[in-house]
Every structure is written in C-alpha cells, then in structure tokens.
C-alpha cells in the first residue's frame, strides 16, 4: 500500500522493498537505558513470571551462590532497554535507528500492526543491580512482502549488541517481527504461524445422573472431586455403587478427594472422531491419591507427553459442556533448591511437563514488567482492531517464561548461556500453555536442552537453552 492507504503497483512495491532494505547493514546510535539495572523492577518481573529463583531477590541465597550477590534474571536483558512511555520528544536518538526507521516506513505503508515471532538471545554475562546498560542496534533484514494467516505484511530482522557502562559487551539478540495490515489475514483467529482461531466444538453429551451419582455432580458444581465412601465399612468406590462390595451395605457417604494422582493407563483415541472431544484428546485412567481410578481426560499437555506414572492434578472446567466436568493436567514440578551436576545429566533425559495457566493478569503483568507497552498485549478492544481475537502474551514474557522453565528443572545456580525461540500459536487468556523439553547435548559441563511450550490451538513455542552447570550438584 502507498501513503494514501491504496495497494502498490508491482513496481511500486519494488522500490518500497528498496527503500526499506537500503539501510541493511547499519547501526544506530548507542542507546543508553533509562535506568541502570535495579532490585524494584528484577522483583517485579520475578513476582509477574513467578520465577522464585534466590539468586535474584535473596540476598543471603545470592551472597553464598556462584554469583557472590544478586543478579538479574538474563531474560529480562531487552527489558532493560525497553523504552516504555517515554514521551516521544526523549526519542530524538531513535529517529536515527535504521530499525525504527523501518517500522515507521512500514506504519505509513498501512503494516500497522506487529507480533515478534523469533528472538536469540546470548548472556556474556549475568547482570546486577548498579550496571547501567548500552545498546546498539543493527538492521539485519527486511523481507519481501509475505502472506501470512495474520496478515500481509514484512519480517524485519535486527541485532542488538549490549555493553555495560565500562564498555564490557554482556550480551546480544537477533530479533525478529511481522509488521503486517490489519484485516488481512485468515477470516479465524489468527496467529503468528498461519494457525486458525479457536472455534467452539460442539457441545458434551450431557451425563447420565441418578440418586446413586446425584453427589458426585453436585460436588463439581461445589469445585469438589466427591468419592462414594461406604458407611459400614469405609471402602472408597468409584463409579459409585448401589451396594458396597466389601461389606454388603447399602448405605453410603462421601468424602474429598484431594485432586491428586498419577496416570495409570492412557489412550488417544484416533477414530472414529468425535467433534466434541477434540482432536487431539486423551482417555486417561487415572489413580488417585485416595486409591481409587477415575476415567477422564488428561488436558493442558500434548498427547505425546502423557506418561504412565505421570503426576497430574484436577482442573474442573465446563468445557464445551453445560455441566462441570473433572479433567486432568501435569502437576507443576517443584523448583529445585540444589543444583543439577554435569554428571547427572544425560542426553535424552526428559524434564517434567509443567503447566502455566495464561490468564489475562499473567499476560498483562509481565508485559509492564518487561516494560512492553504494546496496545496488544493490555487493551482487548484495540487488540481486535488490530487483527487479534484477544490481548496476547509477549515475547520477552514467553522468553523468561522458557529460562524459568529450565533454571527449575536445573536449580538455582545454573547459568543461562543462550536461549533460542521461534513463536507460534499465540497464547490468549483462558488456556494453559505446558512446557516440556529433552537434553540434547550434555558435555563438560554445557547443556542443551529442547523446549516446547504447547497451548491448546498448538505450539505457542519451539527452542532451546543452553547452560552451565557445575560438574558435581553444589551443596
């Protein structure tokens, strides 16, 4: 499109891609953060991605670390240089950043709108409290015009190189992002892979409910998982029972259960497919704390990642269905106090799958805290102007979302090396994204790890982090 909103001319379009890709190769002016790394906005983020890491708010913890004191989580290394609010008259610098000066060529064609869909990032060195941060960026790339199922639009590629206040470099970031037209994407929800929205499904067949199982329903209704307890004899049942098996009796109560258990035996079923179920979905038998097995369907995971012996806890959702009804997700892991050592790590090990419900808070909140005041990401109305059916996380939120992930699984003293992510499905609010991964490579103390963060249209995303661990489990 040209200036006055009207589509280009095969040439026109040319000479457009020209102009913007003649400023491949240049750099901008050094950027100075507007404050220097600080312990309010490492708790903020912290508290936002619920990252409990001591190494980053303990000091005592901190001081008897690696670290010798608090540092600042390495995913928050964009965040630093975020430029937030800032009145547009304290952004004289940016009008000389090639970057910038892409987007707004961009804004004028009518790509109006933006998602990230790549970042890598690299850590020199951790950050802390006191060092005041220098950028510089660089324009890597601006694509041909791209169809994508959000919309037609350019990938703009940049590079951002991280000093400190000395001149030391302490990290860098290749980031990538979509600028495309509203409007002119899929007609279904759109996402940053070509994915479709999310439609609603047909409605549940609707439970069968007698006098005997009349309890059960109504504990559902009161966010209880109520079990069929004899009266005579104390023996659990499920399903209930008209007569108890153990000792005869016909007369019956109830108790809670706790909402724990374990995957004893699961199936995807394949065919014949049932609108109403999925696909994907999985028929779980599932064994609870309590001793006895419910059937249900494990939810908030990939059908590949649901494991025999798998920990898994009650979600009560009314999912496409007039009545609650009791599903089953993966237990989020505990963080690890102690640290993994390189000796315990093998190629192929798996990390436990670990839930993170995406609500309107999380995606909102970390947003400021990474200080990414993107309309998108906080104004549901302005979201759907521009393309989206809902407000979306953020990149930075997904990056420190991953580092999480993986510094849990590993323990609090080892050491994020780089971190790769490719985004897909977005994730929106009222759905849970389950991170999974696997060792890749494990040698002299420096491991892969594969990540996936898996939401219910698909892949929210792909990548993979690289550590340090040291070669014995610290004490």
């Given at each position: 499109?040209?200036?006055?909103?009207q589509?280009?001319s095969?040439?026109?379009g040319r000479n457009f891609?020209?102009?913007?890709?003649?400023?491949?190769?240049?750099?901008?002016?050094?950027w100075v953060?507007?404050?220097p790394?600080?312990?309010?906005m490492?708790?903020h983020w912290?508290?936002?991605m619920e990252?409990?890491?001591?190494?980053?708010t303990d000091?005592e913890?901190a001081?008897?670390?690696?670290?010798?004191g608090?540092v600042?989580p390495?995913?928050?290394?964009?965040a630093?240089?975020?430029?937030?609010?800032e009145?547009?008259?304290?952004?004289?610098?940016?009008a000389r950043?090639?970057?910038?000066?892409?987007?707004r060529?961009?804004?004028t064609?009518?790509y109006?709108?933006?998602?990230?869909?790549?970042?890598?990032?690299d850590?020199?060195?951790?950050l802390r409290p006191?060092d005041?941060?220098?950028?510089?960026?660089?324009?890597?790339d601006?694509?041909?015009?791209?169809?994508?199922g959000l919309g037609i639009?350019?990938?703009?590629?940049t590079r951002t190189?991280?000093?400190?206040?000395?001149?030391e470099?302490?990290?860098?970031?290749l980031?990538r992002?979509?600028?495309f037209?509203?409007g002119t994407?899929r007609?279904?929800?759109?996402?940053?892979?070509?994915?479709?929205?999310?439609?609603?499904?047909?409605?549940?067949?609707?439970?069968?409910i007698?006098r005997?199982?009349?309890?059960?329903?109504q504990g559902l209704?009161?966010?209880?998982?109520?079990?069929q307890?004899?009266?005579?004899?104390s023996?659990l049942?499920?399903?209930?029972?008209v007569?108890?098996?153990?000792?005869g009796?016909?007369?019956?109560?109830?108790?809670?259960s706790?909402g724990?258990?374990?995957?004893?035996s699961?199936?995807?079923?394949?065919?014949?497919?049932?609108?109403?179920f999925?696909?994907p979905?999985?028929v779980?038998?599932?064994?609870l704390?309590?001793?006895?097995r419910l059937l249900?369907n494990?939810v908030?995971?990939h059908p590949?990642?649901?494991?025999?012996?798998?920990p898994?806890?009650?979600?009560?959702?009314?999912?496409?269905?007039?009545?609650?009804?009791?599903?089953?997700?993966?237990i989020?892991?505990?963080?690890?106090?102690t640290t993994?050592?390189s000796?315990?790590?093998?190629?192929?090990?798996?990390l436990?799958?670990c839930?993170i419900?995406?609500t309107?808070?999380l995606?909102?909140?970390?947003a400021?805290?990474?200080?990414?005041?993107?309309?998108?990401h906080?104004d549901?109305?302005l979201?759907i102007?521009?393309?989206?059916?809902d407000?979306?996380?953020?990149?930075?939120?997904t990056?420190?979302?991953?580092?999480?992930?993986?510094?849990?699984?590993?323990?609090?003293e080892a050491?994020?090396?780089?971190?790769?992510?490719?985004l897909?499905?977005?994730?929106?609010?009222?759905?849970?994204?389950?991170?999974?991964?696997?060792v890749?490579?494990?040698?002299?103390?420096?491991?892969?790890?594969?990540?996936?963060g898996?939401?219910?249209?698909g892949?929210?995303?792909?990548?993979?982090?690289?550590?340090?661990?040291?070669p014995?489990?610290?004490?």
């Amino acid at each position: 499109m040209n200036e006055k909103g009207q589509s280009m001319s095969e040439s026109e379009g040319r000479n457009f891609v020209s102009e913007l890709r003649a400023g491949i190769g240049e750099s901008g002016p050094v950027w100075v953060a507007r404050d220097p790394v600080n312990t309010a906005m490492i708790r903020h983020w912290c508290d936002a991605m619920e990252d409990h890491n001591p190494v980053y708010t303990d000091p005592e913890a901190a001081a008897s670390s690696i670290h010798q004191g608090i540092v600042a989580p390495p995913a928050m290394l964009m965040a630093w240089a975020m430029r937030g609010l800032e009145p547009p008259e304290a952004n004289a610098s940016e009008a000389r950043d090639p970057g910038s000066g892409v987007y707004r060529a961009l804004d004028t064609a009518g790509y109006t709108s933006v998602v990230a869909t790549n970042s890598e990032h690299d850590y020199l060195r951790y950050l802390r409290p006191g060092d005041e941060l220098h950028s510089t960026q660089t324009l890597e790339d601006v694509s041909e015009e791209k169809k994508t199922g959000l919309g037609i639009g350019h990938f703009v590629t940049t590079r951002t190189e991280y000093r400190d206040q000395t001149g030391e470099p302490v990290g860098r970031m290749l980031f990538r992002i979509l600028k495309f037209r509203p409007g002119t994407g899929r007609g279904a929800a759109p996402s940053a892979s070509g994915g479709e929205a999310l439609s609603a499904p047909p409605m549940r067949p609707e439970p069968g409910i007698s006098r005997d199982t009349e309890f059960f329903w109504q504990g559902l209704e009161a966010g209880e998982l109520r079990i069929q307890k004899c009266a005579g004899c104390s023996l659990l049942h499920h399903p209930p029972m008209v007569r108890c098996p153990g000792c005869g009796s016909y007369d019956f109560g109830w108790t809670c259960s706790s909402g724990r258990g374990t995957v004893y035996s699961h199936v995807e079923p394949v065919h014949p497919k049932f609108p109403a179920f999925g696909p994907p979905y999985v028929v779980g038998l599932v064994e609870l704390a309590e001793g006895t097995r419910l059937l249900t369907n494990i939810v908030d995971v990939h059908p590949a990642g649901v494991q025999v012996g798998m920990p898994v806890e009650l979600v009560i959702r009314r999912q496409n269905s007039e009545r609650p009804l009791p599903f089953f997700r993966p237990i989020r892991p505990e963080r690890r106090t102690t640290t993994l050592g390189s000796a315990s790590i093998r190629v192929g090990d798996g990390l436990p799958a670990c839930p993170i419900p995406i609500t309107a808070t999380l995606i909102v909140s970390t947003a400021i805290a990474s200080r990414d005041y993107q309309d998108v990401h906080h104004d549901r109305e302005l979201a759907i102007e521009r393309g989206s059916p809902d407000i979306f996380m953020n990149i930075l939120t997904t990056s420190g979302l991953c580092a999480r992930y993986v510094t849990d699984w590993a323990g609090p003293e080892a050491v994020v090396k780089r971190l790769s992510i490719r985004l897909g499905v977005p994730n929106y609010p009222h759905d849970t994204m389950t991170m999974s991964g696997s060792v890749r490579a494990a040698k002299a103390g420096r491991v892969e790890v594969d990540i996936r963060g898996y939401n219910r249209i698909g892949d929210h995303v792909t990548g993979s982090v690289e550590l340090e661990v040291p070669p014995e489990p610290a004490s």
